[in-house]
Antibody, heavy 120, light 107 residues
Framework: QVQLVQSGAEVKKPGASVKVSCKAS????????LHWVRQAPGQGLEWMGR????????NYAQKFQGRVTMTRDTSINTAYMELSRLRSDDTAVYYC?????????????WGQGTLVTVSS | EIVLTQSPGTLSLSPGERATLSCRAS???????LAWYQQKPGQAPRLLIY???SRATGIPDRFSGSGSGTDFTLTISRLEPEDFAVYYC????????FGGGTKVEIK
């Protein structure tokens, strides 16, 4: 069965960076885009970007351009999202999600989420 | 960027009642690339509807989607206890964006 398993919770200071991992299993990792979506406490969902695990090509939401880097390691079916220059308003649950379908894609399987807390 | 506005913010209904949720886009969503998700507290979102009206695998037929262009609707024909949750619309015809969500709560 398809599973996306993310790394554990992180606490970071403002200005630091965080790197969250997402390990895929149960499907061909290189066959589907992997997206990152975040959710601040009590707030809605915000798309951050996606990576093509086959080519490594990425697309980032304009809001995160210059601060986010998405990478992957096909040898271990794992994708990574690194966010730099963290601010308090980056405190959120970060999800990875598999993208399917047409255009920019919909998200049929999600990771369990990783809570990133930014606090001095 | 396409902005999605969901209404109402909160819907208070009883089990067995019909729920009608609205999602309005700031510009036309190409080819009805509009999806709906359900999210319960502490859980990741769950895909319900894609292509404005197609149910995802395993989704009960009490959930239905409709609309095109800039106006979309999610209807839950008869609310079951497990349907009380937050619902989000998402467009994927361009760089994805989500609506702010509608909470369906027990009256």
């Amino acid at each position: 069965q398809v599973q996306l398993v993310q790394s554990g919770a992180e606490v970071k200071k403002p200005g630091a960076s965080v790197k969250v991992s997402c390990k895929a299993s149960g499907y061909t990792f290189t066959g589907y885009y992997l997206h990152w979506v975040r959710q601040a406490p009590g707030q809605g969902l915000e798309w951050m970007g996606r990576i093509n695990p086959n080519s490594g090509g990425t697309n980032y939401a304009q809001k995160f351009q210059g601060r986010v880097t998405m990478t992957r390691d096909t040898s271990i079916n794992t994708a990574y999202m690194e966010l730099s220059r963290l601010r308090s308003d980056d405190t959120a649950v970060y999800y990875c999600a598999r993208g399917i379908g047409s255009a920019w894609g919909i998200f049929d399987y999600w990771g369990q989420g990783t809570l990133v807390t930014v606090s001095s | 960027e396409i902005v999605l506005t969901q209404s109402p913010g909160t819907l208070s209904l009883s089990p067995g009642e019909r729920a009608t949720l609205s999602c309005r886009a700031s510009q036309s969503v190409s080819s009805s690339y509009l999806a709906w998700y359900q999210q319960k507290p502490g859980q990741a979102p769950r895909l319900l509807i894609y292509g404005a009206s197609s149910r995802a695998t395993g989704i009960p037929d009490r959930f239905s989607g409709s609309g095109s262009g800039t106006d979309f609707t999610l209807t839950i024909s008869r609310l079951e206890p497990e349907d009380f949750a937050v619902y989000y619309c998402q467009q994927y015809g361009s760089s994805p964006t989500f609506g702010g969500g509608t909470k369906v709560e027990i009256k």
